[in-house]
């Protein structure tokens, strides 16, 4: 049986699935055996795909808005300009797929496997991407806006001209990746490893980069003005041509571990030591307010078991 037999595109650029048009709940293919399927242009949204094996299959430019692929193996699947909007991708494999210019705004791909897709001008925008493999890809001139990349792995990928703004990459791995002359304005970098990595003409205004590795990374001519520093580990990083304007860094600072130039701008200490205590004084601030939060919680668990 042709899983794909009861799906035909009609006129223009709208296909929609034949005797399916007019249901409110769409076919499901779960666990079904599809691969190399022709399903390019078809309009797929909202459809069951979970655990279905999809590998190698042709959906460019199919819709595929609101579909649920959880664990779904899409291997060197063709997506190239897919709409892939708010579909669920959870633990899905799109290894080697080819992406270009595809659509996954909102998409939910926690722990999905990206790795070595081309993914070229593809959006990702909003999209939570925690703990999502995206080594060794291709996402020049991608859209990463508020994006969710928490505890994910870029290590080795090209971001180069990507728009990241406030995208969170706390806790990711991103050695060897490269993102020049990419937009991170005030995006997360918390304790994310950048070691190795290609930062050249990036763009960090307001960027937090609190315990961030940026050990042997290549900052040259990059813009990290207002950025949060305090923490970051710099032996080794190449710095010249950085503007650090109102940046925060560490008061005690070895500039003979990282290597920079006349045309390095660093912050104002009259202007940093204010703003860098205001800062240490809220973050004690939300410490004391955790600490008071979990004595809280173990009173009320020690109450309970006292009731019982």
């Given amino acids: 049986m042709n899983a794909a037999s009861d799906l035909q595109p009609v006129q223009g650029r709208s296909p ?31 459809m069951d795909f979970r655990m279905a094996i999809l590998s190698g299959s042709d959906l460019a430019h199919a819709s595929l808005n609101q579909a649920t692929m959880i664990e779904t193996f899409l291997i060197g699947a063709d997506l190239t300009g897919a709409s892939l909007y708010w579909t669920v991708l959870y ?34 925008d909003q999209a939570r991407l925690y703990m999502a493999f995206l080594d060794h890809a291709d996402f020049r001139q991608g859209s990463f806006t508020e994006t969710n990349l928490r505890k994910a792995d870029l290590t080795r990928s090209n971001f180069h001209m990507a728009d990241m703004r406030q ?14 002359g990419a937009d991170l304005t005030r995006a997360k970098l918390t304790g994310t490893n950048l070691r190795n990595a290609n930062l050249t003409g990036v763009k960090l205004d307001g960027a937090d980069l ?48 990282f290597s ?19 800062w240490m004084a809220a973050q004690a601030e939300k410490e004391r307010k955790k600490q008071e939060k979990a004595k809280r919680e173990q009173r009320q668990r020690e109450r309970e078991r006292s009731a019982m």
Avoid: C
């Fill in 16 to 46: 929609v699935p034949r005797r399916l048009a007019d249901r409110p709940i769409r076919r499901s293919f779960y666990r079904t055996t599809m691969p190399r399927a022709r399903l390019a242009g078809l309009d797929l949204s909202r």
């Fill in 91 to 124: 633990e899905a494999n799109l290894n080697e797929a080819s992406m270009v210019g595809a659509d996954l705004r909102r998409a939910d791909a926690r722990r999905a496997e990206f790795h070595r897709v081309d993914a070229r001008r593809a959006r990702f």
């Fill in 260 to 278: 920079w130039d006349l045309q390095t701008t660093w912050p104002d200490l009259d202007h940093m030591v204010p703003t860098l205590q205001a």
């Fill in 167 to 180: 995208a969170d990459f706390s806790g990711a791995k991103a050695m060897k990746a490269d993102l020049s």
């Fill in 210 to 257: 609190t315990k961030a590795v940026l050990r042997g990374a290549d900052l040259s001519t990059a813009s990290l003005r207002g950025a949060n520093l305090v923490g970051a580990e710099l032996a080794g990083a190449k710095l010249p041509g950085v503007d650090m304007s109102g940046a925060m860094l560490d008061l005690v600072l070895d500039r003979s571990t």
